[in-house]
């Protein structure tokens, strides 16, 4: 695999510095390690959320045709006199 140079901006240069120097980190590669790591993760949450939502949303159509429902203002108002 070929390693492309990391080019980066000075705010990010600054962020993995002071990371490194609180001695959270113990190098520029343990951040960037991390990062990604972070950003596998939500990439894996993006990719279940829109599963379920795809899920959701077809079981949603297959459970019969649309029905009117009350509208905001008038839920609103209920749960008003409800309380």
Do not use: C, N, W
Request: a negative charge; proline letters at 2%; glycine letters at 6%.
């Amino acid at each position: 695999m070929k390693h492309d140079p990391i080019l980066l901006d000075d705010r990010q240069a600054a962020l993995i510095e002071r990371l490194v120097q609180s001695g959270r980190f113990s190098s520029t590669t343990d951040v960037i390690g991390y990062s990604l790591d972070l950003l596998e993760q939500r990439e894996a949450d993006g990719a279940r959320f829109l599963s379920d939502l795809e899920h959701e949303a077809a079981r949603g159509l297959e459970s019969g045709p649309a029905v009117a429902m009350e509208s905001a203002e008038d839920l609103i108002a209920a749960f008003r006199k409800r309380r």
